[in-house]
């Protein structure tokens, strides 16, 4: 898996786990990234995640999560 496919697959995903869950697109808690990375596992999309990073595929990921759920100030 390339690192820009991932990108594409989790940001996508992201919404798809907020609807899921209830969470509004601009939600007024900070949504769970561990959460997410742990409904990925259960939908089987964790491959997603297998992809080559210098800081790593979670951090990647979290950082995608955070910018699609405008929590980036968190970082």
Same mark, same amino acid.
Request: net charge negative.
């Given at each position: 898996? /390339?690192?820009?496919?991932?990108? #594409?697959?989790?940001? @996508?995903?992201?919404?798809?786990?907020?609807?899921?869950?209830?969470?509004?697109?601009?939600?007024?808690?900070?949504?769970?990234?561990?959460?997410? /990375?742990?409904?990925?596992?259960? #939908?089987?999309?964790? @491959?997603?995640?297998?992809?080559?990073?210098?800081?790593?595929?979670?951090?990647?990921?979290?950082?995608?999560?955070?910018?699609?759920?405008?929590?980036?100030?968190?970082?």
């Amino acid at each position: 898996m /390339k690192k820009d496919e991932a990108e #594409k697959a989790i940001r @996508h995903l992201c919404h798809e786990w907020a609807k899921e869950r209830g969470i509004p697109h601009a939600p007024v808690d900070q949504p769970s990234f561990s959460d997410f /990375k742990s409904w990925l596992s259960s #939908k089987g999309y964790s @491959h997603y995640l297998g992809f080559r990073s210098v800081m790593g595929p979670d951090y990647d990921a979290e950082m995608w999560f955070d910018q699609e759920f405008k929590q980036t100030w968190r970082n």
